[in-house]
T-cell receptor, first 112, second 113 residues
Framework: AQSVAQPEDQVNVAEGNPLTVKCTYS??????LFWYVQYPNRGLQFLLK??????LVKGSYGFEAEFNKSQTSFHLKKPSALVSDSALYFC??????????FGPGTRLSVLP | DSGVTQTPKHLITATGQRVTLRCSPR?????VYWYQQSLDQGLQFLIQ???????AKGNILERFSAQQFPDLHSELNLSSLELGDSALYFC????????????FGPGTRLLVL
């Protein structure tokens, strides 16, 4: 069965500092990996995805994520955090023929 | 704006009642997914339709049902409502069923009193 773990419920970072939101997954075969962001009272917004190819994926709003097959991780990163990045972040995994499975979410707070 | 629309935005009803949530996918998207988001359960996949046919089922209760119509809009029917059904219900759409991203609607907030 597929599963996604986001080991940190909450990540706090100062504005201007780099941020990392961690995601590890468990799935057999080659997964499709996604990051979504949810702002208060809004639906989830797609940030980026990894299907195949370069392990470093660039997405919206300056975010990027690095796929690491040996560590089964797909951590979300941004070189310089903004207060407006404060939101709930979800990692998701999918395999062909399988449903999307979302992680529990990580709340990011960027402090001014 | 994702291009996915959901109505109504808010719904307040009583236990034992039945409600219908509606979703219109992005133009060109054939797949529609329904999710339930609650504080204690996180984001739970309920059901997926692709071009009018049920494609996958997740943690959907027997009291819940869904369908996708020929114009590709979808409805989620929740019946015999219980207090625990209070949650945010999201619809998402994607072009196909493989590795494409899902695009989420703004959600319907259901409160069962």
């Amino acid at each position: 069965a597929q599963s996604v773990a986001q080991p940190e419920d909450q990540v706090n970072v100062a504005e201007g500092n780099p941020l990392t939101v961690k995601c590890t997954y468990s799935v057999s075969g080659n997964p499709y990996l996604f990051w979504y962001v949810q702002y208060p009272n809004r639906g989830l917004q797609f940030l980026l995805k990894y299907i195949t190819g370069d392990n470093l994926v660039k997405g919206s709003y300056g975010f990027e994520a690095e796929f690491n097959k040996s560590q089964t991780s797909f951590h979300l990163k941004k070189p310089s955090a903004l207060v407006s990045d404060s939101a709930l972040y979800f990692c998701a995994v999918k395999r062909d023929g399988q449903n999307f499975v979302f992680g529990p979410g990580t709340r990011l707070s960027v402090l001014p | 704006d994702s291009g996915v629309t959901q109505t109504p935005k808010h719904l307040i009803t009583a236990t034992g009642q039945r409600v219908t949530l509606r979703c219109s996918p992005r133009s060109g998207d054939l797949s529609v997914y329904w999710y339930q988001q609650s504080l204690d359960q996180g984001l739970q996949f309920l059901i997926q339709y692709y071009n009018g046919e049920e494609r996958a089922k997740g943690n959907i209760l027997e009291r819940f049902s869904a369908q996708q119509f020929p114009d590709l809009h979808s409805e989620l029917n929740l019946s015999s409502l219980e207090l625990g059904d209070s949650a945010l219900y999201f619809c998402a759409s994607s072009v196909g069923t493989a590795g494409g991203a899902q695009y989420f609607g703004p959600g319907t907030r259901l409160l069962v009193l």
